[in-house]
């Protein structure tokens, strides 16, 4: 069964430093996501990309975060500068979304990032 | 504002007993409700959808307009229902919200 597959599965990071987060979505899936989990806390949404672009993002997603879809497969989240406060689960998800059974969201393990 | 509550954040259960998690939405337009769930060291993966209307794992979920709410039901919890819940309404925009979340843990 096709399945969403994030990298790194942790990734420890010094405060100030960049990351990439990485993801391989399903293959003929057409919407992406990232979300991230504070340890204890809820799932929460972060941006949304279709056809190439952001199509919505929350108030989290400052200019410290970007996302791109660099090769066609992939679907990066990059952090830059990070804090102590990134520290967090962050989940990819797909999704179809070609008719209206196609709703499915499919996640990722996720990767753990620990800013220290 | 669009918003989804899940009052409980701790449900314990005794197993055999019924179980009901409770999901309240705040939307514009008719969104699709989904729940979510999230079982120890697993991903989080589709439970079912209001739009299919069935039974997965002996839950159901009932779409109440009228309440606006989806509350997620089983008659007789079993152990391995022991999990973290999520009630999540996909919108227009696409875009999946999730509640809080509600953590089922069923007593033996």
């Known amino acids: 069964e096709p399945e969403v597959t994030q990298t790194p599965s942790h990734q420890v990071t010094q405060m100030g430093q960049e990351v990439i987060l990485r993801c391989v979505p399903i293959?003929?899936?057409?919407?992406f996501y990232w979300y991230r989990q504070i340890l204890g806390q809820k799932v929460e949404f972060l941006v949304s990309?279709?056809?190439?672009?952001?199509?919505?993002k929350s108030e989290i997603f400052d200019d410290q975060f970007s996302v791109e879809r660099p090769d066609g497969s992939n679907f990066t989240l990059k952090i830059r500068s990070t804090k102590l406060e990134d520290s967090a689960m962050y989940f990819c998800?797909?999704?179809?979304?070609?008719?209206?059974?196609?709703?499915?969201?499919?996640f990722g393990q996720g990767t753990r990032l620990t800013v220290v | 504002a669009q918003r989804v509550t899940q009052p409980e954040k701790l449900l314990s259960v005794f197993k055999g007993a019924p179980v009901e998690l409770k999901c309240n939405y705040s939307?514009?337009?008719?969104?699709?409700l989904f729940w979510y769930v999230q079982y120890s060291r697993q991903r989080l993966q589709l439970l079912l959808r209001?739009?299919s209307r069935e039974s997965i794992k002996g839950f159901t979920a009932d779409l109440n307009k009228g309440e606006t709410s989806f509350h997620l039901k089983k008659p007789f919890a079993q152990e391995e229902d022991s999990a973290m819940y999520y009630c999540?309404?996909?919108?227009?925009?696409?875009?999946?919200?999730f509640g809080k979340g509600t953590r089922l843990h069923i007593l033996p």
């Open positions: 998800a797909t999704l179809q979304g070609a008719g209206p059974m196609n709703t499915e969201a499919f």
């Open positions: 293959s003929n899936h057409l919407y």
């Open positions: 990309f279709y056809n190439n672009e952001i199509s919505e």
């Open positions: 939307y514009s337009g008719s969104p699709e």
């Open positions: 209001h739009i």
């Open positions: 999540a309404p996909l919108n227009r925009d696409d875009k999946i919200i």
